[in-house]
Nanobody, 127 residues
Framework: QVQLVESGGGLVQAGGSLRLSCAASGRTFSRYVMGWFRQAPGKEREVVAAISWRGGSTYYTDSVKGRFTISRDNARNTVYLRMNSLKPEDTAVYYC????????????????????WGQGTQVTVSS
Protein backbone atom coordinates (compact mmCIF):
# COMPACT_ATOMS: atom_id res chain seq x y z
CA GLN A 1 0.00 0.00 0.00
CA VAL A 2 1.29 3.44 -0.94
CA GLN A 3 -0.15 6.76 0.12
CA LEU A 4 0.66 9.84 -1.93
CA VAL A 5 0.35 13.48 -0.89
CA GLU A 6 0.91 16.29 -3.38
CA SER A 7 1.89 19.84 -2.52
CA GLY A 8 3.19 22.96 -4.22
CA GLY A 9 0.25 24.00 -6.35
CA GLY A 10 -1.05 27.53 -6.47
CA LEU A 11 -1.80 30.59 -8.57
CA VAL A 12 0.93 31.88 -10.85
CA GLN A 13 1.12 34.29 -13.76
CA ALA A 14 1.86 33.07 -17.26
CA GLY A 15 5.58 32.59 -17.71
CA GLY A 16 6.07 31.79 -14.06
CA SER A 17 7.26 28.61 -12.37
CA LEU A 18 6.08 26.14 -9.76
CA ARG A 19 7.53 22.98 -8.27
CA LEU A 20 5.13 20.25 -7.27
CA SER A 21 6.13 17.62 -4.75
CA CYS A 22 4.60 14.24 -4.05
CA ALA A 23 5.53 12.54 -0.81
CA ALA A 24 4.97 8.79 -0.63
CA SER A 25 4.60 6.48 2.30
CA GLY A 26 5.80 2.90 2.22
CA ARG A 27 9.13 1.14 2.02
CA THR A 28 8.90 0.17 -1.63
CA PHE A 29 8.65 3.62 -3.20
CA SER A 30 11.76 2.96 -5.27
CA ARG A 31 10.04 0.02 -6.96
CA TYR A 32 7.25 2.14 -8.48
CA VAL A 33 7.11 3.99 -11.72
CA MET A 34 5.84 7.44 -10.78
CA GLY A 35 3.71 9.68 -12.92
CA TRP A 36 2.23 13.15 -12.88
CA PHE A 37 -1.20 13.60 -14.44
CA ARG A 38 -3.51 16.57 -14.78
CA GLN A 39 -7.19 17.10 -15.29
CA ALA A 40 -8.80 20.33 -16.39
CA PRO A 41 -12.53 20.97 -16.00
CA GLY A 42 -14.52 19.06 -18.60
CA LYS A 43 -11.48 17.19 -19.85
CA GLU A 44 -10.08 13.71 -19.36
CA ARG A 45 -7.16 13.06 -17.07
CA GLU A 46 -3.95 13.11 -19.08
CA VAL A 47 -0.38 12.13 -18.44
CA VAL A 48 2.09 14.97 -17.99
CA ALA A 49 5.29 13.10 -17.18
CA ALA A 50 6.54 9.79 -15.81
CA ILE A 51 9.78 8.50 -14.38
CA SER A 52 11.26 5.05 -13.96
CA TRP A 53 12.25 3.39 -10.69
CA ARG A 54 15.72 4.88 -10.47
CA GLY A 55 15.04 7.96 -12.54
CA GLY A 56 17.05 6.85 -15.53
CA SER A 57 14.12 7.05 -17.92
CA THR A 58 11.53 9.76 -18.28
CA TYR A 59 8.52 10.50 -20.43
CA TYR A 60 6.85 13.84 -21.20
CA THR A 61 3.74 14.64 -23.10
CA ASP A 62 4.50 16.85 -26.08
CA SER A 63 2.85 19.97 -24.71
CA VAL A 64 5.25 20.19 -21.73
CA LYS A 65 8.52 19.07 -23.30
CA GLY A 66 11.27 21.59 -22.63
CA ARG A 67 9.23 23.31 -19.90
CA PHE A 68 8.59 20.64 -17.25
CA THR A 69 11.06 18.34 -15.52
CA ILE A 70 10.19 15.26 -13.50
CA SER A 71 12.63 13.92 -10.93
CA ARG A 72 12.62 11.68 -7.89
CA ASP A 73 14.54 11.26 -4.66
CA ASN A 74 14.11 7.67 -3.51
CA ALA A 75 15.88 8.38 -0.22
CA ARG A 76 13.16 10.92 0.57
CA ASN A 77 10.30 8.94 -1.02
CA THR A 78 9.45 12.00 -3.08
CA VAL A 79 8.82 12.76 -6.72
CA TYR A 80 8.90 16.29 -8.11
CA LEU A 81 7.56 18.16 -11.10
CA ARG A 82 9.35 21.38 -11.93
CA MET A 83 7.16 23.53 -14.18
CA ASN A 84 8.66 26.50 -15.99
CA SER A 85 7.22 28.90 -18.57
CA LEU A 86 3.72 28.10 -17.42
CA LYS A 87 0.82 28.82 -19.73
CA PRO A 88 -2.88 29.34 -19.00
CA GLU A 89 -3.57 25.99 -20.69
CA ASP A 90 -1.53 24.30 -17.96
CA THR A 91 -4.29 25.14 -15.49
CA ALA A 92 -5.60 21.90 -13.97
CA VAL A 93 -5.62 19.71 -10.91
CA TYR A 94 -2.33 17.85 -10.87
CA TYR A 95 -2.11 14.33 -9.49
CA CYS A 96 0.81 12.06 -8.77
CA UNK A 97 0.41 8.33 -9.12
CA UNK A 98 2.37 5.13 -8.58
CA UNK A 99 2.50 2.18 -10.95
CA UNK A 100 3.76 -1.27 -9.93
CA UNK A 101 4.50 -2.20 -13.53
CA UNK A 102 8.03 -2.08 -14.88
CA UNK A 103 9.06 0.80 -17.11
CA UNK A 104 9.67 -1.63 -19.95
CA UNK A 105 5.98 -2.52 -20.01
CA UNK A 106 5.45 0.85 -21.70
CA UNK A 107 2.20 1.59 -19.87
CA UNK A 108 3.38 4.66 -17.95
CA UNK A 109 1.34 7.01 -20.14
CA UNK A 110 -2.02 5.41 -19.26
CA UNK A 111 -3.90 6.48 -16.11
CA UNK A 112 -5.63 3.08 -16.01
CA UNK A 113 -2.32 1.35 -15.30
CA UNK A 114 -1.56 3.24 -12.11
CA UNK A 115 -2.31 1.64 -8.79
CA UNK A 116 -2.22 4.50 -6.29
CA TRP A 117 -3.20 8.16 -6.56
CA GLY A 118 -2.80 11.29 -4.54
CA GLN A 119 -5.62 13.71 -3.81
CA GLY A 120 -4.41 16.31 -6.29
CA THR A 121 -3.19 19.89 -6.10
CA GLN A 122 -4.63 22.82 -8.04
CA VAL A 123 -2.44 24.76 -10.44
CA THR A 124 -3.91 27.93 -11.88
CA VAL A 125 -2.03 30.00 -14.45
CA SER A 126 -3.39 33.48 -15.12
CA SER A 127 -2.87 35.27 -18.40
Amino acid sequence: QVQLVESGGGLVQAGGSLRLSCAASGRTFSRYVMGWFRQAPGKEREVVAAISWRGGSTYYTDSVKGRFTISRDNARNTVYLRMNSLKPEDTAVYYCAADKSSWDSGTYYSPREYDYWGQGTQVTVSS
